[in-house]
């Protein structure tokens, strides 16, 4: 098993951890910003948690 698949494994496991780390990055990125970006932000936030779901629910039986 190589290092990408034990990442997998380890974030299909944990993967509520995942999406708070999302948000946590996005809100800091609002917070930073003022808020100035919020809707790009968000629109963001769920792409990359999309594709992340997407991709750890790929050739696993878990589902995500």
Same mark, same amino acid.
Request: glycine share 12%.
């Given at each position: 098993? @190589?290092i990408?698949? *034990? &990442?997998? +494994? &380890?974030l299909?496991? !944990?993967?509520? !951890? $995942? =999406?708070k780390? /999302? =948000?946590?990055? @996005? +809100? %800091? /990125?609002?917070?930073?910003? @003022? @808020?100035?970006? &919020?809707? *790009? $932000? +968000?629109?963001?936030?769920? $792409? &990359?948690? +999309?594709k %992340?779901?997407?991709? %750890?629910?790929? =050739?696993? =039986? *878990?589902? $995500?």
């Amino acid at each position: 098993m @190589g290092i990408f698949d *034990k &990442a997998k +494994d &380890a974030l299909s496991e !944990h993967s509520e !951890h $995942v =999406d708070k780390g /999302i =948000d946590r990055v @996005g +809100d %800091l /990125i609002d917070e930073k910003t @003022g @808020g100035k970006y &919020a809707d *790009k $932000v +968000d629109q963001g936030q769920g $792409v &990359a948690g +999309d594709k %992340l779901r997407d991709y %750890l629910a790929k =050739d696993t =039986d *878990k589902p $995500v």
